[in-house]
């Protein structure tokens, strides 16, 4: 299954430099109002380059853990 | 998940930065706190110390033990609280100009006598925050407020300057080496002895607007893109391909005794000794000798 990512940008510390929006592999992020604006985050793969590439700790990617309904094969495994 | 962990050393309240919109200094801070992370080192073994400048701000932002001292003067200052507390990691953060200038005294004697703190400097070849005046690393041609028909003079090479000096650690990154520099720079903080490194930066708003590259953070990017080669492909170019660029890597890791443990050890031998004579001569002729 695919995995998902939430993206938070802190708009506070964001100084729209541009950086995380060329440096994304999948242009999951767009500038608007001098902002970095998430418009695409379903096609996120989680390769963390954004925030390596913010140089004010702005942005935010944490992989969403997908909760496994009890009884199904995943959770049997463990 | 990598901010977060960066967050972590962070004094939030303090946030957002100083610095220009896509100023490489919160580049090198990131990976810098990564860095510390990585090594897994408590806040309050850590001291951190910045001299003048843009990159003074540094300590600010950083939840450990931090001064924020006068120009040239991190590393003179930094020896002292290495000397009081041998137990920290201490960090000596700096521009090319508080390195190189009027700090070029301070930095080439720490490499001698191999004092153990680790030295970064965030060299944008440029002096930021007082109106983009020529510093000693200002690449040769570059326009600067005080060089508006182009630097005539050659840059300073930092690293040169401290493996000549004896800096028994010493390498060259950038801020497009990210996350590579989180490596380099825990290694320098782990050696035992006087680490150097030397990371070529942007500063978008003084160097970047005079040459041709705008205030557009890629733009100065690229350029740093351009100017630095890793060591490996350094290898096979020629020294004709080499000028202008600045070459990446490692450039020394040795070890070495190093003043500070040196110093202490003098100091409890003689302390030993003294003990040892006291025991002969009575207590009172040591405490006089103490006393003057
Ligand atoms: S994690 Fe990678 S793909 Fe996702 S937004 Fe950041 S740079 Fe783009
Ligand atoms: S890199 Fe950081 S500061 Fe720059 S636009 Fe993106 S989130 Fe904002
Ligand atoms: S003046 Fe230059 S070095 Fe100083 S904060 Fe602005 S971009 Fe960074």
Same mark, same amino acid.
């Given at each position: ?8 940008i ?16 999948k ?38 853990e ?13 | ?18 610095w220009?919109? $896509? ?71 700096? $521009? ?22 680790t ?8 002096y $930021?925050?007082t ?9 040769? $041609? ?15 090479d930092?690293?040169?300057?401290a ?17 590579k ?16 490194i ?10 970047g ?16 893109q ?15 391909e ?6 990446t ?10 003043l500070?443990?040196?110093y ?29």
């Open positions: 299954m695919k995995n998902k990512f939430i993206i938070k802190n708009e506070k510390w964001c100084k729209g430099c541009n950086l995380c929006i060329e440096f994304c592999p242009n999951v992020l767009e500038l608007k109002d001098a902002k970095a604006k998430v418009v695409s985050p379903e096609d996120c793969i989680g390769c963390y380059i954004c925030e390596y590439r913010c140089p004010d700790f702005a942005i935010e990617v944490n992989k969403v997908e909760e496994v309904p009890v009884g199904s094969e995943k959770t049997n495994k463990r | 998940m990598k901010t977060e962990l960066a967050k972590k050393y962070l004094r939030l309240e303090k946030l957002p930065t100083l220009c919109s $896509g100023c490489g200094h919160g580049l090198i801070l990131s990976s810098l706190l990564r860095a510390l992370y990585l090594l897994n080192i408590e806040k309050d073994k850590v001291a951190m110390v910045s001299g003048i400048g843009c990159s003074g701000r540094t300590p600010g932002y950083v939840d450990v033990h931090t001064l924020h001292t006068t120009h040239g003067r991190a590393i003179p200052f930094a020896t002292g609280i290495k000397l009081m507390k041998p137990e920290f990691y201490v960090l000596a953060v700096m $521009g090319d100009g508080d390195c190189a200038a009027i700090g070029g005294n301070h930095f080439i004697h720490a490499a001698r006598r191999n004092i153990d703190i030295a970064i400097v965030y060299n944008n070849g440029i $930021g925050m109106g983009g005046q020529v510093s000693p690393t200002t690449p040769y $041609g570059a326009y600067a407020s005080t060089a508006p028909y182009g630097q005539l003079e050659e840059p300073f930092i690293v040169e300057l493996l000549g000096a004896g800096a028994t650690f010493v390498a060259r990154s950038s801020i497009d080496e990210i996350p520099l989180d490596r380099l720079i825990a290694d320098g903080i782990k050696h035992k002895g006087f680490s150097v030397d990371v070529i930066t942007i500063c978008p708003i003084t160097f607007r005079r040459n041709k590259l705008g205030e557009d953070p890629m733009m100065n990017l690229r350029w740093v351009d100017i630095t080669v890793p060591m490996k492909k350094a290898k096979d170019m020629s020294k004709e080499l000028k202008g660029k600045w070459i890597g490692i450039f020394r890791d040795e070890d070495k005794p190093n500070i443990d040196l202490l050890e003098l100091n409890k031998k003689l302390k030993h000794s003294m003990v040892d004579e006291s025991s002969k001569e009575g207590v009172e002729d040591v405490r006089r000798q103490d006393e003057t």
